[in-house]
């Protein structure tokens, strides 16, 4: 994870009009620069994520990872599973996310079976699955869509497969919000970035990346039918969740 990374420079500069966020080629080549510095607990969620993923896989089942985009969890899950074969199906929407994640597989010696898909994550069937990793996706896709995507998640597991979400999030209580952004800020200020580079991002991110609360992700979740749910990991306004559904 991170080899050869490119500084993130996306947002250095003043722009006279900030454009919406995209994953595009630019964004691609800085990707890792650009996680490590922005998203707290980064490398410890991935190799985390990747170790529940392997705990709990069915033999003969497939590993989703809906909003793949180049590749960490699954060149994690890799070095993880060794020798052990695996199926591991991989999904994005973004092009340059997928050639980027074909050249890193190309230098690897692949145990299992991995396929990528370029494509909308609620466009895609989910079969046969015992675990279902969600990071830092759901919050791209507009509100009304991720019911259906959850539903549909719930519907392709197996007995006892596993749901393993990490989203940036909000607090109910609004003061509290502002209290855990002034942190989030300072994480980032922390990590090299200017307050330009900090405000422009955001705009840019304003109405593409949509958060929601811990309660309203729990209540989508048990809603469509699982029935243990609990959150593994939290830092202030980013948390991994993790949801069964239940066995037999």
């Given at each position: 994870?991170?080899?050869?990374?490119?500084?993130?420079?996306?947002?250095?500069?003043?722009?006279?009009?900030?454009?919406?966020?995209?994953?595009?080629?630019?964004?691609t080549r800085v990707f890792d620069d650009m996680l490590n510095r922005s998203?707290?607990?980064?490398?410890?969620?991935?190799?985390m994520t990747a170790k529940l993923a392997r705990t709990l896989y069915q033999?003969?089942?497939?590993?989703?990872?809906?909003?793949?985009?180049?590749?960490?969890?699954?060149?994690?899950?890799?070095?993880?599973?060794?020798?052990?074969?695996?199926?591991?199906?991989?999904?994005?929407?973004?092009?340059?996310?997928?050639?980027?994640?074909?050249?890193?597989?190309?230098?690897?010696?692949?145990?299992?079976?991995?396929?990528?898909?370029?494509?909308?994550?609620?466009?895609?069937?989910?079969?046969?699955?015992?675990?279902?990793?969600?990071?830092?996706?759901?919050?791209?896709?507009?509100?009304?869509?991720?019911?259906?995507?959850?539903?549909?998640?719930?519907?392709?597991?197996?007995?006892?497969?596993?749901?393993?979400?990490?989203?940036?999030?909000?607090?109910?209580?609004?003061?509290?919000?502002?209290?855990?952004?002034?942190?989030?800020?300072?994480?980032?200020?922390?990590?090299?970035?200017?307050?330009?580079?900090?405000?422009?991002?955001?705009?840019?991110?304003?109405?593409?990346?949509?958060?929601?609360?811990?309660?309203?992700?729990?209540?989508?979740?048990?809603?469509?039918?699982?029935?243990?749910?609990?959150?593994?990991?939290?830092?202030?306004?980013?948390?991994?969740?993790?949801?069964?559904?239940?066995?037999g």
């Open positions: 994870m991170g080899e050869n990374m490119d500084k993130d420079n996306v947002f250095k500069k003043k722009m006279k009009e900030v454009p919406p966020f995209t994953f595009n080629e630019e964004v998203v707290p607990l980064y490398r410890q969620g991935i190799k033999e003969g089942t497939c590993v989703y990872d809906l909003g793949c985009s180049h590749g960490n969890l699954g060149i994690t899950l890799l070095d993880i599973f060794e020798d052990i074969p695996f199926k591991m199906i991989g999904i994005d929407s973004s092009e340059p996310m997928i050639d980027k994640y074909l050249q890193r597989l190309k230098q690897r010696q692949i145990p299992g079976d991995v396929q990528l898909f370029c494509d909308r994550i609620e466009n895609i069937g989910i079969d046969n699955a015992s675990v279902v990793v969600i990071n830092l996706t759901l919050q791209f896709l507009e509100p009304s869509v991720r019911d259906r995507v959850i539903t549909r998640v719930f519907e392709g597991l197996n007995p006892g497969g596993v749901l393993l979400l990490t989203e940036k999030i909000v607090h109910q209580d609004l003061g509290y919000t502002d209290f855990q952004n002034e942190f989030y800020q300072s994480f980032k200020l922390e990590n090299g970035y200017s307050r330009l580079e900090i405000s422009q991002k955001r705009d840019a991110l304003e109405k593409v990346l949509i958060p929601e609360t811990v309660e309203a992700h729990e209540k989508r979740i048990r809603n469509a039918g699982f029935v243990f749910f609990d959150i593994w990991l939290k830092w202030f306004n980013f948390a991994s969740m993790i949801a069964f559904k239940q066995d």
